[in-house]
């Protein structure tokens, strides 16, 4: 039957040009409704990839030993630094704790002679009282 029906190439091109233009449009109607209608696309979820992470080169044993000795005088240093600044702080306030108790003693005296020279004024001023009284 399709042989008595004449085909020449250029009409066959031509229908199958038609069937994909065809199937385009219909795919861009399709397409227009789902976004009108507000349904979105079918996705897909992939996982992501795993990240890698470079890391450095292990560190020589004899390197950490070193810096563990360096470490360790530092550390031994400033002991001893601590430990002498704790004996000069003794001795500042040793030599601040005389200080205070020369001038707390001074402070004494300075009380005491205070209070003489206040007992010496009263009996002076109840002698000049008197002395007024025997010339009024």
Same mark, same amino acid.
């Given at each position: 039957?399709?042989? %008595?029906?004449? +085909?020449?190439?250029?009409?066959?091109?031509?229908?199958? #040009?038609?069937?994909?233009? !065809? *199937? =385009? #449009?219909? &795919?861009? *109607?399709?397409? +227009? +409704?789902?976004?009108?209608?507000?349904? #979105?696309?079918?996705?897909?979820?992939?996982?992501?990839? !795993?990240?890698?992470?470079? +890391?450095?080169?292990?560190? =020589?044993?004899?390197?950490? %030993?070193?810096? $563990? $000795?360096?470490?360790?005088?530092?550390?031994?240093?400033?002991?001893?630094?601590? =430990?002498?600044?704790?004996?000069?702080?003794?001795?500042?306030? #040793?030599?601040? %704790? !005389?200080?205070?108790?020369? *001038?707390? $003693?001074?402070?004494?005296? !300075?009380? =005491?002679?205070?209070?003489? &020279?206040?007992? %010496?004024?009263?009996?002076?001023?109840?002698?000049?009282?008197?002395?007024?009284?025997?010339?009024?």
């Amino acid at each position: 039957m399709l042989s %008595q029906i004449p +085909f020449n190439s250029l009409e066959v091109a031509a229908w199958i #040009g038609c069937l994909f233009f !065809l *199937v =385009a #449009g219909w &795919n861009q *109607v399709e397409k +227009f +409704f789902d976004r009108r209608a507000h349904r #979105g696309a079918a996705r897909e979820i992939q996982p992501h990839p !795993l990240p890698v992470a470079k +890391f450095d080169q292990p560190v =020589a044993e004899t390197l950490c %030993q070193s810096r $563990r $000795r360096e470490l360790s005088s530092e550390v031994l240093r400033l002991e001893h630094d601590v =430990a002498s600044l704790r004996l000069e702080r003794r001795a500042e306030v #040793g030599e601040l %704790q !005389l200080k205070i108790n020369k *001038v707390d $003693r001074e402070v004494g005296e !300075l009380r =005491a002679s205070i209070e003489l &020279n206040n007992q %010496q004024l009263t009996r002076i001023d109840a002698k000049l009282d008197r002395v007024i009284e025997r010339q009024a």
